[in-house]
């Protein structure tokens, strides 16, 4: 359920300083009646109301927020200021690139905040060059028009904690470069009942598909914590001393694995032998250290080789090796290398994965999700520089 606390982050600006707010997206941000799919809205679908979507949830939060810093600075009863401008915009078409027509709008609008909620109509050229750059291109038109403005990206509605994380890492990398803030929303959609379809108002599935006002507090409780992260001070970690972890697949093995996979001897030493017979998969993990790997470059070499491993049903199923980094706020991302299915003989990995410097928890994961087939793993060595 949404809901936040009254106050703000020491070291917050002052939010009465905030004029302009832009939210840029597709049908979740705003959706005009569509009457032939049972839609009559004419805010962010499928909200039961508009002070219910994400957009006005998000604004009715900075309105207390800002009354609670006036009163914390010592004005218990706030003198009136005016409601920021709030601008939301889905012109054009629901994908990143339908928006590029409007660059110089946005720039002429001059945000001191933006909330960027795009992706999910995005089908083709999931690349840097077809939806990375379009994407900076948007953030590049926010920062022309306002160079100091904080901006916020959620994640990809429709994805699952453990799915396909193409367009969240590229949306991810987006945000680096052009300093704004991601919004994680995988955790948000794996509960059903942040769906549409868990609260029966409507009938038509791509209605149902959308969140419904569950999944519109989650969304706006995740930008709120991104827009706190904004302006919290960032800690670095200090540089540490390189870490080396190996496994060897020796007896004892170097990681906690649970479950411990068969270990067979292949071209003369020690590799670990992973089987799922039917398509029910089959894996182990093990625990890694956040507090050695936050904040640092991540390498991780191995070789793997795989015998019969049947057709992926989804694009992340298959072949894994994958990390799994849960960050200080909860929010938990599941990095994969990407790895065939097939016949293939033994084939090096050599994968380098930044964590970030919030990471909490952490861990490893290798085996066949959802296909069947064998793999074999040969020795991993995961590594991190000073």
Known sequence: MFGFGASCAVGAPDLKSIHKILFLGDSITHSVPGPQIGWTGDWGMAASAAEKDYC??????????RIAQVQNAG???PPPFPAPEAWIFNEGGGKVTD???????????????????LGENDKKDITVEGFQKPYEALLAA???????AVILCSGVWGIWPGGDQTK????????????AVFADLGSAYADPGNHALSENRFTN?????????????????AFWKAFTISYAPVVPRPPGKP?????????????KWNPVPTIVQDEGHNVAKITSPGLEGAGSSAPLSATQFGGREVTIRTRVRADSVSAKPKAWNGVKLTLRIRNSAGDTDYPQYNLPVGTYPWTDVNWTVRVPDNAADMGIGIGLEDVSGTVWYDAIHISAPN
């Open 99 to 117: 928006k590029l027509q409007f660059t110089g709008t946005i720039s002429a609008f001059k945000a001191d905040l933006a909330l960027i909620q």
């Open 205 to 221: 599935a791509a209605v149902n598909w959308h969140p419904g006002d569950g999944g519109m507090g989650a969304y706006a409780e």
């Open 142 to 148: 926010i920062r022309a028009g306002n160079p100091r």
């Open 168 to 179: 969240n890492n590229l949306i991810r990398a987006a945000c680096k470069k052009y300093e």
């Open 56 to 65: 006005h949830l998000f604004l009715a939060q900075l309105a207390t927020a």
């Open 243 to 255: 870490v080396e972890v190996d496994e060897l697949w020796g007896n004892p093995t170097g990681l």
């Open 75 to 77: 004005n218990p009863v």
